[in-house]
């Protein structure tokens, strides 16, 4: 337990190694393969991994759009896309208690993500027609 603990604890205030970069992590939900944050997306798919459950896939797909493109539109529109799918997931009377609480999660998590980069594309906007008009 104090093992456990102690993992956790230098996970969540030591992310950076000794030369001050970002130490390089997966972080998934318990059993899954693309569902978190972090996810090597290119090592997983030469592996073969294709994603344990409808979600797990869901996430695979939204992790393809993110390694594919740098756009931020698109990259807004692969979190609905995903926010939809889990909230499907959610819904579903075939789903297990433990995917169902995964997909609540990420639903949340993706509204959170959505308007964040919907204020991001927003100031970004502005910012582009100040710079049209003063020219």
Known sequence: MVLKLTLIYSFIFFPFNVHGYRKPRET???????CGPGTNF??????????????????????M????????????????Q????????????????????????????MKLKRKWNTRRLRSERKKNKSCLTAN
Not at 70 to 75: E, G, I, M, P, T
Not at 89 to 99: G, L, M, N
Request: aromatic share 12%.
């Open 42 to 63: 290119l090592k997983r798919t030469s592996l073969g991994q294709l994603g344990v459950n409808k979600l797990d896939e869901a996430c695979r797909l939204h992790d």
């Open 28 to 34: 998934h939900f318990p059993g899954y393969h693309f």
């Open 82 to 109: 995903l926010e939809m799918q889990a909230w499907e997931r959610v819904t579903a009377p075939d789903s297990s208690y433990k995917e169902k609480f995964a997909a609540w999660m990420v639903t949340n998590i």
């Open 65 to 80: 759009v993110y390694t594919n493109s740098v756009d931020l539109y698109l990259r807004t529109e692969a979190d609905k």
